[in-house]
């Protein structure tokens, strides 16, 4: 199988931290979060990658390069959304594919989602689950979708980012440059074609907020969730090219590299950037470099 890991987000609900790293390469403890996507689409078979690009393009582009073999890259001139995008993989994405969002972390198994794709013949198959998101999706007992909601009921289930897809599902995208693909998937609710959820347990993480990001930082290295992509023997992280003077660390505490923290400095809770250099002040529950300081309430 293919997969297309959708990367080209502004993650402006994420800035300033954005301003300097696009999300896709957001670190989460050790590794970037597409890094973490890759090494986990790799486990399910698959063998050939594409991505599309638009925010800071090419700092994205030397690491999947750098990461993979085989890459297809598109480099969107404007945004076209979840669907626009799609339509520029037509002649990469052959058979059923996976079309997965950059910004999740999780370790939900799509093992089951396939081999049910795959059973049902569906033009889509999408990994839902119970945990808080902002698409929900209601489904009939046969797992056939019934409708989209942005509003949350405990009935529902939230769209994970994360789908199996036919290609005969290019037959039913529009020609038009911007548009989503919840916008098809309703259409073809609407013409009873089959579009399927499968509820499928396990930890799951919209990255997109700055309190989500801190929050998988949290729950990962207090050991809550195992992401197994990400290497953690310990509640405090610290890359090894990083010297940390102080020893008021508490709580969580995520370091990334080529960082300086003096010893005038107390750390709870908090994640430090690449490359930051903190020489004094007392910081809890927050994302931290010597170029902002974002609190998390």
């Known amino acids: 199988m293919r997969a297309l890991i959708l990367s080209a987000g502004l993650g402006n609900r994420l800035r300033p931290m954005t301003d300097f790293v696009p999300k896709p390469l957001l670190p989460i403890v050790d590794c970037p979060v597409i ?27 030397k690491f999947v390069q750098k990461t993979l073999a085989n890459t297809y890259i598109v480099i969107e001139q404007k945004l076209k959304g979840t669907g626009g995008a799609l339509l520029n993989f037509k002649e990469f994405l052959k058979g ?14 799509l093992t089951e989602a396939i081999a049910f794709h795959k059973h049902h013949k569906c033009l889509a198959t999408l990994v839902l689950t119970k945990k808080t998101g902002t698409n929900f999706v209601e489904i009939d007992r046969d797992f056939r979708i019934k409708h989209f909601s942005e509003n949350e009921n405990k009935n529902f289930y939230t769209f994970t980012g994360c789908t199996v897809l036919s290609d005969n599902i290019f037959s039913y995208l529009p020609s038009k440059a911007s548009f989503s693909m919840i916008e098809v998937y309703q259409t073809l609710i609407d013409n009873n074609e089959p579009i399927s959820g499968v509820p499928i347990q396990g930890a ?31 509640h405090h992280y610290v890359h090894p090219t990083s010297n940390v003077q102080t020893k008021n660390l508490s709580g969580f505490i995520s370091i ?42």
Request: hydrophobic share 40%; proline share 1%.
């Open 204 to 234: 799951w993480y919209d990255i997109g907020t700055h309190k989500r990001y801190w929050q998988a930082h949290h729950d990962i290295l207090n050991k809550r969730i195992k992401i197994k992509e990400v290497k953690v023997n310990y």
């Open 35 to 61: 890094g973490i996507n890759i090494a986990r689409l790799l486990n399910f078979d698959i063998k050939t990658f594409g991505f599309n690009l638009f925010y800071k393009p090419d700092m994205i582009k």
């Open 256 to 297: 990334g590299a080529n960082c300086f923290i003096s010893d005038n400095v107390t750390l709870n809770n908090t994640v430090v950037f690449n490359n930051s250099r903190i020489q004094e002040g007392n910081f809890s529950n927050c994302l931290l470099s010597d170029k902002f300081c974002i609190n998390i309430k």
């Open 96 to 109: 059923d594919f996976i079309v997965h969002n950059c910004d999740i972390i999780t370790n939900i198994d």
